[in-house]
């Protein structure tokens, strides 16, 4: 019984700091928001040489960075390494506020089902792995 009710003071407490906190000691700039992926999900296929979009989650973007441009990078999982191709991105320059970006999957990118995008605002979140395969049709 007394544990149980230090057990809810504690929590109670902690619930009230914690939700006190980010307000009272955290300046605006230092707001990180890194987009939430909604697309690709787990096992999605795209075909190289056609068009994909990239979808992600609007609704938790801070006012102060409504205007905040996107980077997206294509890698894959292997060796505990997301392995991002940093030189060739998938698009850049878009705005995050849109909540989606169009762009052409790469030709010569070879099969494999561990690829990831990972999108960035200020810090990057990755999508599940998902399938890019040769359009094999294109292909001489
Ligand atoms: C990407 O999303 C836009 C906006 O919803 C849509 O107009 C376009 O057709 C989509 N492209 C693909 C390849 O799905
Ligand atoms: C975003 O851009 C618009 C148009 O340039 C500008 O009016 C607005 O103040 C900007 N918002 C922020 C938070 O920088
Ligand atoms: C993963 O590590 C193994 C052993 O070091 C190596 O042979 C393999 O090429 C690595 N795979 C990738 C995709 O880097
Ligand atoms: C794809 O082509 C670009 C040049 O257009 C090259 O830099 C890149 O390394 C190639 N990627 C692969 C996976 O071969
Ligand atoms: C291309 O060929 C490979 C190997 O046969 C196959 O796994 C893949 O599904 C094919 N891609 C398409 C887009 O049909």
Do not use: C
Request: avoid cysteine; charged fraction near 10%; glycine fraction near 4%.
């Amino acid at each position: 019984m007394h544990a149980a009710l230090f057990s809810f003071f504690v929590a109670v407490f902690f619930s009230v700091f914690a939700r006190a906190a980010p307000v009272t000691t955290q300046p605006v700039e230092l707001l990180v928001f890194s987009p939430t992926i909604t697309s690709p999900t787990a096992g999605i296929v795209w075909i190289t040489n056609t068009k994909a979009n990239v979808t992600w989650l609007t609704s938790n973007i801070p006012a102060e960075k409504q205007n905040t441009t996107g980077l997206l990078l294509l890698g894959y999982e292997a060796n505990d390494s997301e392995n991002l191709d940093i030189y060739h991105p998938l698009a850049s320059q878009f705005p995050l506020a849109q909540g989606w970006v169009e762009f052409t999957v790469p030709s010569n990118l070879t099969y494999k089902n561990n690829y990831i995008v990972v999108l960035f605002g200020d810090s990057g979140n990755a999508s599940p792995q998902f399938t890019i395969t040769p359009n094999n049709a294109t292909q001489s």
